[in-house]
């Protein structure tokens, strides 16, 4: 299959700008029907903040040394560009599908473009309950998500989209050799670039062999950081849509707010535990 | 025309959805077994492995997709409600 493939012109090189460009271009599809659909201001206020949360904790992650994204063409602080933006593609497609699977057709019917305005009456389960609500349509969007991140994480690995860092002792970030240039030409971001974030997360591993816990072959804490992740961002988002007395510029500033509070609490939480 | 329209509007993640799922099903076929033994995992030791987990873990929300959004019998008769209906 592998030969077939490359002989199709499918060598390891456009494999890796096609994954690159397929990740931008599902963020642009995403992008394009949000402004369609639902206007310019929950498209802003969502994709800034679903874009700015995962850059930066994927950078803090990143700097930390627990894993590295080698030989891509954009990159936004130690992060592809594709990263950021594929994830909140992702969560913004989840987060409608979940809907439509709880609301069935009452969920067609939420658009701003069509004249909906959020009456939360209409859509909490539970007799009324908000926070209960919220919670399981959070938890299911954050389940279908991890569901997909079982099958892309291994997948990244194989492809070298991204390389964690070897269980070994006295390891606790990638160093020289540690990537071999498989599937890309462009050798950037080959080791983990050193900074004072390295240092500081490095004591917390003292005799290496950093997240020994792995599941095919892939750290347990990235799992449970990517459910704990698109948990908490969608129940926030969630929370602040149902907001149906608060105006644009207010629900915009309290996501962006809470955001800005969920990068140090999530990267010290979720990178510090040696699983 | 109106009928395209339409689905981009109202399913457009579903058919992301699928094509997510579409991409990871074919790039497990396509994983190369020396590549494949990188994970060290003694469940997914072969690229067809995770294509077939992933008939599994993602296929089933599209699926669930579909099936909640399908049109009762009872009102297929019935014209839609006019946000769910294309344009005549």
Redesign the interface.
């Given at each position: 299959m592998t030969a077939f493939l490359h002989q199709l012109g499918l060598d390891p090189a456009f494999l890796k700008s096609a994954f690159e460009w397929s990740l931008l271009s599902l963020f642009l599809a995403c992008l394009v029907h949000s402004f369609w659909v639902h206007g310019p201001h929950r498209t802003v206020r969502e994709f800034v903040a679903g874009f700015f949360l995962t850059a930066f904790c994927e950078s803090t992650g990143v700097l930390s040394g627990a894993y590295i994204y080698p030989g891509f063409t954009f990159y936004i602080f130690a992060t592809p560009v594709a990263n950021p933006a594929s994830w909140i593609a992702t969560v913004y497609i989840i987060i409608e599908v979940t809907n439509r699977i709880v609301y069935r057709d009452k969920a067609l019917r939420t658009y701003e473009a069509d004249g909906f305005r959020m009456r939360k009456e209409n859509f909490t389960l539970f007799g009324g309950s908000l926070v209960k609500t919220l919670l399981v349509l959070a938890l299911l969007d954050a389940v279908f998500a991890l569901a997909v991140d079982i099958i892309l994480d291994p997948l990244a690995t194989i492809y070298n989209w991204w390389v964690w860092v070897p269980c070994s002792p006295g390891v606790t970030d990638i160093g020289p050799g540690v990537v071999e240039p498989y599937n890309f030409t462009r050798q950037v971001f080959m080791t983990t670039p050193q900074t004072w974030i390295g240092d500081f997360f490095a004591r917390f591993f003292p005799n290496g062999n950093r997240y020994p816990t792995r599941v095919l072959g892939i750290p347990l804490i990235n799992f449970i950081a990517w459910l704990v992740f698109v948990f908490v961002f969608t129940f926030q988002f969630r929370f602040v849509e149902f907001r149906e007395t608060w105006g644009e510029w207010k629900k915009t500033a309290v996501l962006w707010a809470l955001v800005l509070l969920d990068v140090p609490v999530m990267a010290l939480a979720l990178i510090i535990p040696n699983l | 025309m109106d009928r395209v329209k339409y689905i981009?509007?109202?399913h457009?993640?579903?058919i992301?959805?699928l094509y997510?799922?579409f991409?990871?099903f074919v790039?497990?076929?396509?994983?190369?077994r020396h590549?494949?033994e990188?994970?060290?995992?003694s469940?997914?030791s072969q690229?067809w492995h995770?294509s077939l987990?992933?008939l599994f873990?993602?296929l089933p929300?599209?699926l669930?997709?579909l099936w909640?959004?399908r049109?009762p019998r009872a009102r297929r008769g019935e014209k839609a409600?006019l946000?769910?209906r294309p344009a005549a």
């Open positions: - | 981009l509007k109202y457009l993640h579903v992301l959805y997510f799922w991409g990871l790039c497990g076929l396509a994983a190369p590549r494949v990188e994970l060290g995992s469940l997914v690229g995770l987990l992933s873990l993602v929300v599209p669930a997709y909640r959004m049109r409600p946000a769910d």
